[in-house]
């Protein structure tokens, strides 16, 4: 009797916490949105559902529309307008195809008509492509896409695309698009179903976009630049540089830069460790390529690479890392600087939480010695700061950083997840009954010493960015000797 007592009360629990979606009820008027209400799902952030047609198989091409449930356990979910029909709710996993739960609905009634179309029917090879569209729903993710003409409907058919941005109707620039016949389709929200088409070709001479390196080979201590042409000029055209031979994926990015509008003309893509890449050039919103170009980086062999003297006059090689809002604390190009030289930076170093930190590259596999030489001027009194570095370790992503408050406050070093805090082998702070104002000094640390304080068993396999939250900072380099 125990068992059996026992049995019935783990089923109960097992039925309990079984995971249920319905809609809103199992009649839903087509110009009504779908609502799924879910409940007792695992709570993990890619755990999905979707709608399919009733009885299709779980695949990706049968998918109406879908949406993450984002980590929630029970709640409600928007999934837009759905065309008449029979279908089904269905609730998965994540990283699923097995579906967890089934709910049969139907949509009843006159759908919404949407129209998609372009400005013209033919277009030439040196024009932007124009699409027009009219009583789409307003979700911020309703989209319209270019394809070859009959190409399904799957990520990799697509030439560019744009989301409508909530709007019902309105025209979407697609740029110049390559000899070709096509279709424009509009989708709504998260679906791969197109609600409209419309047939249209772009005929003439292609102008085909070229990406070359301003040489072929670099040292891991020069900065590559690409050379454009023939470009649509859209802000969100962009320029990637791949491992040779890897897939065009996110994950596979070594770094990339929106072109901001230029046609043609250079852009910097920094330094990057000794390898063999490809420069690619891309469309707004398209991941198929439009030219490529292959080249290579070797390792420097001069033991000091300096990423930053500020000789330049400029500040182009930093960017903000975290703005406080404080304009007290921006980043100032000083001339001359400190030591006689052409110029240092100046960051007003205030209480930590008004501090803006900025950030710079410097890739290095082999010099992982950091030294920045710290300095001031006479009547000017600098607090406490940080300065740091962003690496890549055996052990992932680690954050280093130094600050003379630590010093003042006998704070031993610490961390906290990927944050690696120390005192400062020199002091930084000038006045205030510390060092002199005009002191100048050089602030050396060796990354993988302080990494072993903390992590014995780990190692920088890449120091990446260079940080700092003030000072007066001239001659940024790293060394391995």
């Known amino acids: 009797m125990k068992r059996v007592i026992l049995f019935i009360t783990l089923l109960s629990a097992t039925l309990a916490q079984a995971v249920s979606v319905q809609t809103q009820s199992a009649s839903i008027d087509a110009n009504s949105h779908v609502i799924i209400s879910a409940t007792d799902l695992p709570g993990n952030e890619r755990d999905w559902v979707a709608i399919f047609p009733d009885e299709a198989a779980n695949t990706f091409a049968n998918i109406v529309v879908y949406r993450f449930t984002h980590g929630i356990h029970a709640g409600d979910i928007d999934m837009g307008l759905i065309p008449p029909g029979r279908y089904e709710a269905?609730?998965?996993?994540?990283?699923?195809?097995?579906?967890?739960?089934?709910?049969?609905?139907?949509?009843?009634?006159?759908?919404?008509?949407?129209?998609?179309?372009?400005?013209?029917?033919?277009?030439?090879?040196?024009?932007?492509?124009?699409?027009?569209?009219?009583?789409?729903?307003?979700?911020?993710?309703?989209?319209?896409?270019?394809?070859?003409?009959?190409?399904?409907?799957?990520?990799a058919n697509i030439v560019a695309y744009h989301y409508t941005n909530a709007a019902t109707q309105g025209d979407i620039d697609f740029g110049r698009i390559p000899a070709g016949n096509y279709e424009v389709r509009g989708f709504y929200a998260n679906s791969w179903r197109a609600v409209s088409t419309h047939t249209f070709s772009v005929e003439g001479a292609d102008v085909s976009p070229t990406i070359t390196t301003s040489k072929e080979s670099y040292s891991s201590a020069e900065n590559v630049t690409l050379s454009i042409t023939n470009m649509p000029g859209d802000n969100q055209d962009w320029v990637a540089i791949f491992p040779v031979g890897v897939a065009s994926t996110f994950a596979n990015i070594v770094t990339y830069r929106y072109t901001n509008g230029l046609q043609q003309g250079d852009i910097q893509m920094g330094t990057l460790p000794a390898g063999h890449y490809e420069a690619r050039s891309f469309y707004a919103h398209s991941w198929r390529v439009r030219a490529s170009h292959p080249f290579t980086v070797t390792e420097d062999q001069n033991p000091t690479i300096v990423?930053?003297?500020?000789?330049?006059?400029?500040?182009?090689?930093?960017?903000?890392?975290?703005?406080?809002?404080?304009?007290?604390?921006?980043?100032?190009y000083i001339t001359p600087s400190f030591d006689g030289s052409q110029g240092c930076i100046r960051l007003q170093a205030t209480a930590r939480a008004e501090?803006?930190?900025?950030?710079?590259?410097?890739?290095?596999?082999?010099?992982?010695?950091?030294?920045?030489?710290?300095?001031?001027?006479?009547?000017l009194r600098q607090p406490h700061y940080l300065l740091g570095v962003i690496v890549q370790t055996q052990l992932g992503r680690r954050i280093m950083i130094?600050?003379?408050?630590?010093?003042?406050?006998?704070?031993?070093?610490?961390?906290?997840?990927?944050?690696?805090?120390?005192?400062?082998?020199?002091?930084?702070?000038?006045?205030?009954?510390?060092?002199?104002?005009?002191?100048?000094?050089?602030?050396?640390?060796?990354?993988?010493?302080?990494?072993?304080?903390?992590?014995?068993?780990?190692?920088?396999?890449?120091?990446?960015?260079?940080?700092?939250?003030?000072?007066?900072?001239?001659?940024?380099?790293?060394?391995?000797q």
Not at 90 to 112: D, E, I, K, L
Not at 315 to 330: E, V
Request: charged share 20%; aromatic share 12%.
């Open 90 to 155: 269905r609730s998965f996993n994540a990283g699923s195809w097995q579906s967890t739960s089934r709910y049969h609905f139907a949509v009843v009634g006159n759908a919404r008509v949407t129209h998609v179309t372009t400005t013209k029917d033919t277009f030439a090879t040196n024009e932007s492509v124009h699409a027009t569209f009219d009583n789409m729903p307003g979700d911020n993710h309703d989209w319209l896409a270019i394809f070859p003409v009959g190409a399904t409907s799957t990520f």
């Open 307 to 332: 990423y930053e003297d500020f000789e330049a006059g400029n500040l182009d090689k930093w960017r903000i890392a975290h703005d406080t809002g404080n304009p007290d604390a921006n980043m100032r």
């Open 355 to 379: 501090q803006n930190i900025y950030a710079m590259p410097m890739r290095s596999t082999t010099r992982t010695i950091l030294e920045v030489d710290v300095g001031g001027f006479a009547g």
């Open 402 to 480: 130094w600050d003379s408050f630590y010093n003042h406050q006998h704070q031993s070093a610490h961390i906290n997840g990927e944050y690696l805090a120390y005192q400062s082998p020199i002091e930084l702070v000038r006045g205030f009954g510390y060092a002199p104002v005009d002191q100048v000094e050089t602030f050396r640390v060796d990354l993988n010493q302080y990494l072993r304080q903390l992590e014995p068993n780990n190692r920088i396999t890449q120091v990446q960015t260079f940080i700092a939250g003030g000072g007066y900072l001239d001659n940024i380099r790293l060394t391995s």
